[in-house]
């Protein structure tokens, strides 16, 4: 059985950092590719980071030089820590793994960032 669980989220304040963790089983954690999506109500997904078996990432423009994903292949982890949080970071984060057309999600993490 697949489990991506994440961790992490919470109510930060803008300028402040986060960092959010997934814990993976059921996968063979080091072929995948990991990441990120965020998803708020009445928007589209939104694919944040993601970071490939061989180490590639990529980030959205919305977060690029603001957050770091890595992985750790040891651990069936993947992080992302985001840094300068802006009001419109807030959403319910997820965490995934892809390899072809297998793809899983985590139950989420929610962010909030807010005065």
């Known amino acids: 059985q697949v489990q991506l669980v994440e961790s992490g989220g919470g109510l930060v304040q803008p300028g402040g950092s986060l960092r959010l963790s997934c814990a993976a089983s059921g996968i063979i954690f080091r072929i995948f590719t990991m990441g990120w999506y965020r998803q708020t109500p009445g928007k589209q997904r939104e694919l944040v980071a993601t970071?490939?078996?061989?180490?590639?990432?990529d980030y959205a423009d919305s977060v690029k030089g603001r957050s770091t994903i890595s992985r750790d292949n040891a651990k069936n982890t993947v992080e992302l820590q985001m840094n300068s949080l802006k009001p419109e970071d807030t959403a319910v984060y997820y965490c995934?793994?892809?390899?072809?057309?297998?793809?899983?999600r985590g139950q989420g993490t929610r962010v909030t960032v807010s005065s």
């Open positions: 995934y793994a892809s390899l072809g057309n297998r793809e899983y």
């Open positions: 970071i490939s078996s061989g180490g590639n990432t």
